[in-house]
């Protein structure tokens, strides 16, 4: 299997679903893209680190989901010495995909800290797909929390970011995105 068919089976394995808003604060102008997809009580976010070669620096990401389990699992695309132009060698979860088609990797279990926030090191030139169940929630904390205004309720705001530099010179991003029922 070619290393394009790595990242086909990546996008299958987290991009079904609506797609929801997402922003990404990063100072650091890294080339980082993320992706948030929910479906089938599943949130599944998709991250990219494009940087590579010479220079390139791993990023500290932490995800904000308000209302999200306090468990999560990840995948991670990499190829062998970051090298994006590796024929061979390339994972997904660990594993390979087969001649025959068929994935033979796995998704690794995560904790969120006490806060909800599922924070995570992503080296340079590497894709994850990050998978929280959101199926053991109610309708209401899957729209996140809500503020009582007199009469009114009003939605907490979201989709708000902020960035952190941590002492060994990698980058935090802080996002948060909305949960939106299922239609």
Same mark, same amino acid.
Do not use: N
């Given at each position: 299997i070619y290393p394009v068919g790595y990242g086909i089976k990546a996008f299958d394995l987290g991009?079904?679903?609506r797609a929801l808003p997402l922003t990404i604060s990063n100072a650091d102008d890294v080339n980082l893209t993320a992706y948030a997809v929910r479906g089938a009580g599943k949130l599944f976010v998709t991250l990219i680190n494009k940087k590579h070669g010479p220079g390139a620096r791993d990023a500290a990401v932490?995800?904000? /989901?308000? %209302?999200?389990a306090r468990r999560a #699992?990840?995948?991670? +695309? /990499?190829?062998?010495?970051?090298?994006? /132009? /590796?024929?061979?060698?390339?994972?997904?979860? %660990?594993?390979?995909?087969?001649?025959? %088609? +068929?994935?033979?990797?796995k998704w690794k279990t995560i904790q969120a800290n006490r806060?909800?926030?599922?924070?995570?090191?992503?080296p340079a030139a590497t894709?994850?797909?990050?998978?929280?169940?959101?199926?053991?929630?109610?309708?209401? #904390?899957?729209?996140?929390p809500v503020k009582r205004a007199g009469h009114r309720r009003q939605k907490r705001i979201a989709g708000t970011s902020s960035a952190n530099?941590?002492?060994? %010179?990698?980058r935090r991003w802080i996002s948060s995105f909305p949960h939106q029922p299922k239609t």
């Open positions: 991009g079904h679903g932490t995800i904000v /989901a308000d %209302g999200i #699992q990840m995948i991670v +695309l /990499a190829a062998p010495d970051d090298d994006v /132009a /590796a024929k061979t060698g390339v994972t997904l979860g %660990g594993g390979i995909i087969g001649d025959d %088609g +068929l994935w033979r990797g806060r909800g926030r599922c924070i995570l090191e992503m894709a994850a797909v990050l998978k929280l169940d959101t199926s053991r929630f109610s309708r209401r #904390q899957r729209r996140g530099h941590k002492s060994d %010179g990698t």
